[in-house]
């Protein structure tokens, strides 16, 4: 079973990629207008799950092609 640290870590992570990106992607596309906090909240409570599920999916991937990549670069003498 997994620690609560590898369960609460991911979810973390996603907010706050969540919460910086529908900020700014709500701006590029509205600019800010009277409601963009409302606008912006609602991208954000939508994209902060499927932010948390692709955090469970994308960690253990990342920490394989890391460990393979940091394996090459330390074969070489980098």
């Known amino acids: ?3 609560k640290a590898a369960i609460i870590q991911p979810i973390l ?3 706050v990629m ?4 529908t900020a700014l992607i709500t701006w ?3 600019g800010f207008p009277p409601d963009y ?3 912006w909240l609602t991208a954000f409570v939508i994209a902060w ?3 948390a599920v ?4 994308a ?3 990342a920490r394989r092609v890391t460990g393979r990549i940091v394996g090459f670069l330390e074969a070489r003498g980098l």
């Open 1 to 3: 079973m997994p620690s």
């Open 13 to 15: 992570m996603a907010a």
């Open 18 to 21: 969540a919460f910086l990106m």
């Open 28 to 30: 590029l596309n509205l």
């Open 37 to 39: 906090i409302r606008k």
């Open 49 to 51: 799950p499927a932010a």
């Open 54 to 57: 692709a955090a469970f999916i």
């Open 59 to 61: 960690i253990p991937i």
